[in-house]
């Protein structure tokens, strides 16, 4: 089966119209082609939030063929009587408004499930971290717990502090199924994550490509905390803190390679 072909199918087994053959050929392309299962996914999450926040009981589909219905009949004036050229033109706005709140209304659902899903579990182990720590001082045991698992798994060394920073915490977080060392570092008036781990399928969108002294970095501002990730080979250091002025790319020295 094609993408062309798969993606034919979509709406009619999110619509539970499709056959179960026709079912289970879209489960093994979607199986198989990440780029058709990311349309897929956002194809349901759209749905579902159409019908939520619908007041009728309209259908999201019917709701949308009566959208492209509106402007089939501004195109080809096949609407029950002759439309004046400001009614033509009314439909022209109407159709294109409402297509435009439906993009604008994708778009942000879309932006919010990835940001829930890729990025907001390191921002909820960040500040949980932070309420918690109390100004404990740092454990000579957990550091060095810390330290001997970066040099084995990792063949990575912890450098001396970031300028205007001092480690605080050593230990270790599983986030989105995943090991992760987690350092926070503070400054005197806030703390900052510093998680590490496997770069491999660790998808973090919507983030801006931005250069620090030569490396490139990515940086996204959250309504709660500032995120910046970064990569070095197969290992992905990601940077947390509710502080949004914090230049977290200082980080980026924080750990070296052996």
């Not at 089966?1 to 709406?11: D, G, I, N, P, V």
């Not at 879209?26 to 199986?31: E, G, M, N």
């Not at 579990?121 to 810390?146: C, R, W």
């Not at 501002?221 to 070095?232: A, E, K, N």
């Given at each position: 089966?094609?993408?062309?072909?798969?993606?034919?199918?979509?709406?009619?087994?999110i619509?539970?119209?499709?056959?179960?053959?026709?079912?289970?050929?879209?489960?093994?392309?979607?199986?198989?082609?990440?780029?058709?299962?990311?349309?897929?996914?956002?194809?349901?999450?759209?749905?579902?939030?159409?019908?939520?926040?619908?007041?009728?009981?309209?259908?999201s589909?019917?709701?949308?063929?009566?959208?492209?219905?509106?402007?089939?009949?501004?195109?080809?004036?096949?609407?029950?009587?002759?439309?004046?050229?400001?009614r033509?033109?009314?439909?022209?706005?109407?159709?294109?408004?409402?297509?435009?709140?439906?993009?604008?209304?994708?778009?942000?659902?879309?932006?919010?499930?990835?940001?829930?899903?890729?990025?907001?579990?390191?921002?909820?182990?960040?500040?949980?971290?932070?309420?918690?720590?109390?100004?404990?001082?740092?454990?000579?045991?957990?550091?060095?717990?810390?330290?001997?698992?970066?040099?084995?798994?990792?063949?990575?060394?912890?450098?001396?502090?970031?300028?205007?920073?001092?480690?605080?915490?050593?230990g270790?977080?599983?986030?989105?199924?995943?090991?992760?060392?987690?350092?926070?570092?503070?400054?005197?008036?806030?703390?900052?994550?510093?998680?590490?781990?496997?770069?491999?399928?660790?998808?973090?969108?919507?983030?801006?490509?931005?250069?620090?002294?030569?490396?490139?970095?990515?940086?996204l501002?959250?309504?709660?905390?500032?995120?910046?990730?970064?990569?070095?080979?197969?290992?992905?250091?990601?940077?947390?803190?509710e502080?949004?002025?914090?230049?977290?790319?200082?980080?980026?020295?924080?750990?070296?390679?052996?």
């Open positions: 089966m094609t993408c062309q072909e798969a993606l034919r199918l979509l709406y009619e087994v619509d539970k119209e499709a056959s179960d053959i026709d079912i289970e050929e879209v489960k093994k392309h979607l199986a198989h082609c990440s780029d058709c299962m990311s349309r897929y996914e956002f194809e349901k999450m759209f749905k579902a939030f159409v019908t939520e926040k619908s007041t009728s009981s309209v259908k589909a019917q709701l949308k063929a009566k959208i492209l219905s509106r402007i089939e009949d501004a195109q080809t004036e096949t609407s029950y009587r002759q439309p004046s050229p400001l033509k033109r009314l439909l022209y706005l109407a159709s294109a408004a409402a297509l435009i709140l439906f993009v604008t209304a994708a778009l942000a659902v879309a932006q919010f499930y990835r940001h829930q899903k890729f990025v907001y579990p390191f921002e909820k182990n960040h500040m949980t971290a932070d309420n918690t720590a109390g100004g404990q001082i740092i454990s000579a045991a957990a550091l060095d717990g810390v330290k001997d698992y970066l040099a084995g798994s990792m063949h990575l060394a912890i450098n001396s502090d970031p300028q205007g920073f001092s480690l605080a915490h050593a270790f977080d599983d986030i989105r199924g995943q090991h992760f060392v987690h350092l926070r570092y503070d400054n005197g008036e806030s703390q900052v994550s510093l998680f590490v781990g496997n770069a491999a399928d660790m998808e973090m969108p919507g983030f801006a490509r931005e250069i620090s002294e030569g490396t490139e970095y990515f940086k501002i959250c309504l709660q905390c500032q995120v910046v990730y970064w990569t070095r080979g197969n290992t992905i250091f990601i940077a947390v803190s502080n949004k002025k914090i230049d977290l790319p200082v980080l980026i020295s924080a750990i070296v390679p052996l």
